[in-house]
């Protein structure tokens, strides 16, 4: 076996993969019309966060690009579901916030997505799941350590 064939490497995250493409899809089919995942982990982020964030901070947040961060914050401005302000100590930035009524987008998510995942973990198992989670929490560490 070469470095390059890692079967249990390879076998980690091809079920990762599979789990997140799986779900992905099942719970966007699930979220209220016109929400999409990349909308509701953005509410859920600012909900979590008591504190105004920018652009900068949230794309960095999701390891994602300024251009795409700024493709979803403006949906979600167009849909009335977060407030863009400037930024009073430096003109450059913008502050972003959730509105009350990106509050109750997010509720409406939770609330179509938490059967799908209490079901899941109830299927499995909550003891299993719960013994798993240091597991995926280690490699989601080494991964952003290396990121």
Known sequence: MSKHDDPLSVALFSEVFMID???RARLSKALPKGMELSHFSVLNHLVASADEKTPAQLARAFHLTRGAMTNTLN????AGHIHVRPDWDDARRKLISISPAGRRAREAAISA???ILTEAVAEIGP??????LPLLREV????????
């Open 21 to 23: 493409q799986l779900a």
């Open 75 to 78: 949906k979600l401005e167009w």
């Open 113 to 115: 997505i938490v059967p």
């Open 127 to 132: 003891a299993k799941v719960r013994d798993t």
């Open 140 to 147: 989601r560490r080494k991964l952003e350590d290396e990121g």
